[in-house]
C-alpha cells in the first residue's frame, strides 16, 4: 500500500483514491443534482509470518452509488449506499448508508458532518492507521473541519465509531484526530521542499450508561514528521527526499490490557519519485509501540498471540508502487511493500492491485456541465 509517500503526497494511494468522497465544488449551482458511482476493485495479499501478525487475502469490490444535491454552490448534500464484497462470497459484507452534509463557510474553511472524508484521507501513518481499513471498514461517521491555506492544509474530526444506550452491553467507542501538513514556501514549484506533517488520534472505549464487559481504554498516538526534498525539473524525475518521523504512544486509560502505557517510535526514510512512480525505504526503531488501529508489524505486541510481547522493534521497511490515471475517471495502482525485522531475521511482503472507477453525472440543473 502507499503508506506515507511523502514524495508524492502525504497520504496513502495519493492518486488511486483521490476521487472517491466527494468534496464541495463551488463551480456547481444552485439545483444542481449530480449522480456519483464509485467502483473499487482491490486485491491485496499480505504474506505476513512473523508472531506479530497473520498473513491474509482481500480481494473483491465495494461500490459507492449516491446521489450529490446542491443547494447553493457552498452548500450540498449527498445521500447513497456502501457495499462490500469479497471474491468467492455471495453476500455483501459492512454495507453502510452514507449521508454527508457540507458547508463551505468560505474560501478556506469547510465544514463536513454525517459520512465523513476519512480513512486515508486524514493522511496518518501507516503504523498510526491502517490503509487497508479503507477497503473493509464502514465509513467514517461524525463531525469534521478542514483548513486549506497556502501554507496549511489541516483537519480535525471526531469519528464515532459505536453508540450505546442505557443497559447496553458493549462500550461506546470513538476517535478525534488532528491532521496538519504546514508548508512554509510560497511556491510549489521551488528546487527545495521543506513540510512538517503533525498528526494525532486519541481513541476512546467505555461509556457511563452501559454495561460493558470490555475493559475501558484511551489511548493516543501522535506522529511529528519534518519532509525535505530537492525537486527537478526534468520530466521524468520529480524529487528526491528524507522524511525524520517520530511518534508516541500514550495510555491516559490503559485497563491493564498490555505491559506498558508509554512507548515511542523514531523512522527515518529516503524517498524518491518519478513520473507515476514513487519508492521509499526506512528504518523503523521503536520502543513499546502500540496502535489501537495500527499494522501490527509495527507494535510491540502481537494481535493474535497473548503472550508475544517485544520491548524493542527494529524493522527495515521497503516498498515500490506505480500509478496511472485516465483523466479523473480512473485510477490504476500496483505496488508492495516489504519488512524486514531484524531481530528475528525474518521477512514479511504485501502487494496490490487497485482500479478504481469514478464516473459522475449531471442529471438536473444549469447548463455547465459536471466534471468527469
Known amino acids: 500500500m502507499l503508506a506515507s509517500v511523502a514524495s508524492v503526497a502525504s497520504a496513502q494511494y495519493p492518486h488511486a483514491y483521490s476521487e472517491v468522497f466527494h468534496a464541495i465544488d463551488t463551480t456547481y449551482a444552485k439545483g444542481d443534482v449530480l449522480l456519483r458511482i464509485t467502483n473499487i476493485d482491490f486485491l491485496k495479499n499480505d504474506e505476513y509470518f512473523s508472531d506479530y501478525i497473520e498473513g491474509y487475502t482481500l480481494i473483491g469490490y465495494q461500490l459507492r452509488p449516491s446521489i450529490v444535491c446542491y443547494f447553493t454552490p457552498q452548500i450540498a448534500i449527498e445521500a447513497g449506499a456502501q457495499m462490500l464484497q469479497y471474491g468467492g462470497t455471495t453476500k455483501y459484507d459492512n454495507v453502510a448508508l452514507l449521508l454527508t452534509a457540507q458547508w463551505r463557510i468560505n ?34 461517521m461524525g463531525v469534521q473541519m478542514k483548513i ?13 465509531q459505536q453508540f450505546i444506550k442505557p443497559n447496553d452491553t458493549i462500550p461506546e467507542k470513538f476517535t478525534v484526530g488532528m491532521s496538519a501538513h504546514i508548508k512554509p514556501q510560497r511556491t510549489a514549484d521551488a528546487p527545495w521542499t521543506f513540510e512538517v506533517p503533525l498528526q494525532m488520534i486519541v481513541s476512546h472505549i467505555g461509556g457511563q450508561i452501559s454495561d460493558f464487559s ?49 512507548g515511542w517510535a523514531f523512522y527515518p526514510q529516503l524517498t524518491f519519485s518519478a ?17 489501537l488501529y495500527g499494522n501490527c508489524n509495527y507494535m510491540s505486541l502481537s494481535n493474535y498471540k497473548a503472550d508475544k510481547y517485544s520491548k524493542n522493534r527494529n524493522l527495515i521497511v521497503a516498498e515500490a508502487n506505480f500509478y496511472h490515471s485516465v483523466q479523473r475517471i480512473l485510477k490504476f495502482a500496483i505496488g508492495g511493500k516489504l519488512y524486514s525485522d531484524v531481530d528475528a531475521s525474518q521477512l514479511d511482503y504485501s502487494y496490490h492491485i487497485d482500479l478504481i472507477i469514478t464516473p459522475m453525472w449531471k442529471i438536473y440543473g444549469s447548463d455547465r456541465k459536471a466534471k468527469k
Do not use: C
Not at 454525517?114 to 477497503?135: A, C, F, I, K
Not at 486549506?148 to 464515532?160: D, K
Open 107 to 140: 474560501n478556506w474553511a469547510t465544514l463536513i458532518m454525517g459520512t465523513l472524508d476519512g480513512h486515508l484521507s486524514h493522511n496518518l501513518p501507516e503504523s498510526m492507521w491502517e490503509p487497508e481499513r479503507q477497503l473493509f471498514d464502514k465509513p467514517e
Open 148 to 160: 486549506n491555506r497556502p501554507h496549511l492544509n489541516a483537519e480535525v474530526w471526531l469519528n464515532w
Open 214 to 262: 470490555e475493559r475501558m481504554q484511551s489511548l493516543a498516538n501522535g506522529s511529528a514528521t519534518i519532509i525535505l526534498r530537492k525537486n527537478f525539473s526534468r520530466h521524468w524525475l520529480q524529487s528526491i527526499g528524507t522524511e525524520l518521523q517520530a511518534q508516541f504512544f500514550h495510555a491516559m486509560v490503559d485497563g491493564n490490557v498490555r505491559p506498558f502505557s508509554d
Open 275 to 291: 513520473t507515476n512512480f514513487a519508492m521509499n525505504v526506512g528504518y523503523w526503531r521503536a520502543l513499546n509501540y502500540f496502535s
